[in-house]
C-alpha cells in the first residue's frame, strides 16, 4: 500500500541517519589508533556507503540477519584502506579480532536501533501518520486514510511473530485495500467503515472524492 511505502522510506531515512551516527562512534572507537582524524572520516563515509547499499540489497531478511549482513559488508572496505595505508612495520593495523569487534558492535547497534524504529512506527507511538512532514499535495490522501480510515501501517503481526497466529490480531493487508476501495465506490449517502481498533467509525459522505480533488487543486 502507497502510505505503508511511505511510512517505510521515512523510517529508512531515519535508520541510516542514526547508523552513520553508530559508524562515527565505532571507527574512531575500533581504529582510531591507527589511523587519524582525517582517515577516520573517510572510512566512515565509505562503510556509510557501502553499508547503505547493502540495507536496500537485504529488505526481505530478519532484522537481525540484515544488520549482520551489513556490519560484513564494512570488511573488505577496511582491508583495503589497512593494505593501502603506509606503515613502518607488519605489526600496523588492526588485528582480526579488532575487525570482529567492531562488526559485532556495529550489527548490534544497528539491530537495537532499528527495532526500535520499527516497534515506534507500527505501535503508533511516533503517531498515527509518521511520514506527514514528508509529504507535499499527497498528505491529505496520507491523512485521510491513516487517520479517518484508521488503517494503520502493515507489518505488525511479522514484527511480533504472529503470536495468536495469522489475521488474528491485526488485518491483512487485502482487507485494508478493500475498505478502501469500498469508501471511493460509496454513492452519495451516508456510511460506515470498521477501523482496526473494531469500533465503527462515521465517515463523512463525499470526503473520499474532496480529498482526492484536494490533490490536484
Same mark, same amino acid.
Given at each position: 500500500?502507497?502510505?505503508?511505502?511511505? $511510512?517505510?522510506?521515512?523510517?529508512?531515512?531515519?535508520?541510516?541517519?542514526?547508523?552513520?551516527?553508530?559508524?562515527?562512534?565505532?571507527?574512531?572507537?575500533?581504529?582510531?589508533?591507527? &589511523?587519524? +582524524?582525517?582517515?577516520?572520516?573517510?572510512?566512515?563515509?565509505?562503510?556509510?556507503?557501502? /553499508?547503505?547499499?547493502?540495507?536496500?540489497?537485504?529488505? &526481505? /531478511?530478519?532484522? +537481525?540477519?540484515?544488520?549482520?549482513?551489513?556490519?560484513?559488508?564494512?570488511?573488505?572496505?577496511?582491508?583495503?584502506?589497512?593494505?593501502? &595505508?603506509?606503515?613502518?612495520?607488519?605489526?600496523?593495523?588492526?588485528?582480526?579480532?579488532?575487525? @570482529? $569487534?567492531?562488526?559485532?558492535?556495529?550489527?548490534?547497534?544497528?539491530?537495537?536501533?532499528?527495532?526500535?524504529?520499527?516497534?515506534?512506527?507500527?505501535?503508533?507511538?511516533?503517531?498515527?501518520?509518521? +511520514?506527514?512532514?514528508?509529504?507535499?499535495?499527497?498528505?491529505? /490522501?496520507?491523512?485521510?486514510?491513516?487517520?479517518?480510515?484508521?488503517?494503520?501501517?502493515?507489518?505488525?503481526?511479522?514484527?511480533?511473530?504472529?503470536?495468536?497466529?495469522?489475521?488474528?490480531?491485526?488485518?491483512? +493487508?487485502?482487507?485494508?485495500?478493500?475498505?478502501?476501495?469500498? &469508501?471511493?465506490?460509496?454513492? @452519495?449517502?451516508?456510511?460506515?467503515?470498521?477501523?482496526?481498533?473494531?469500533? $465503527?467509525?462515521?465517515?463523512? $459522505?463525499?470526503?473520499?472524492?474532496?480529498?482526492?480533488?484536494?490533490?490536484?487543486?
Amino acid at each position: 500500500m502507497g502510505c505503508s511505502a511511505l $511510512d517505510l522510506r521515512v523510517l529508512r531515512g531515519e535508520f541510516l541517519d542514526g547508523l552513520k551516527i553508530i559508524l562515527e562512534e565505532e571507527v574512531v572507537s575500533g581504529f582510531g589508533s591507527f &589511523v587519524d +582524524a582525517a582517515a577516520q572520516t573517510s572510512l566512515s563515509g565509505k562503510l556509510f556507503r557501502t /553499508m547503505e547499499q547493502t540495507f536496500d540489497k537485504t529488505t &526481505v /531478511m530478519d532484522s +537481525a540477519d540484515q544488520m549482520q549482513a551489513i556490519a560484513a559488508s564494512s570488511t573488505p572496505v577496511i582491508l583495503d584502506l589497512f593494505n593501502g &595505508v603506509e606503515r613502518s612495520d607488519a605489526a600496523f593495523g588492526p588485528s582480526l579480532s579488532t575487525l @570482529s $569487534d567492531f562488526c559485532f558492535r556495529v550489527a548490534t547497534k544497528a539491530t537495537a536501533l532499528h527495532e526500535k524504529l520499527r516497534r515506534e512506527y507500527l505501535s503508533g507511538s511516533r503517531g498515527p501518520t509518521p +511520514a506527514i512532514a514528508k509529504l507535499g499535495k499527497t498528505r491529505s /490522501m496520507y491523512s485521510y486514510i491513516r487517520k479517518d480510515l484508521a488503517i494503520k501501517m502493515h507489518g505488525t503481526q511479522n514484527f511480533t511473530q504472529f503470536p495468536n497466529g495469522i489475521g488474528i490480531d491485526d488485518v491483512s +493487508a487485502g482487507e485494508n485495500i478493500s475498505k478502501i476501495y469500498e &469508501v471511493s465506490k460509496q454513492p @452519495s449517502t451516508s456510511f460506515y467503515v470498521r477501523g482496526s481498533d473494531e469500533h $465503527d467509525q462515521a465517515i463523512r $459522505d463525499g470526503h473520499m472524492q474532496d480529498v482526492v480533488f484536494s490533490i490536484f487543486v
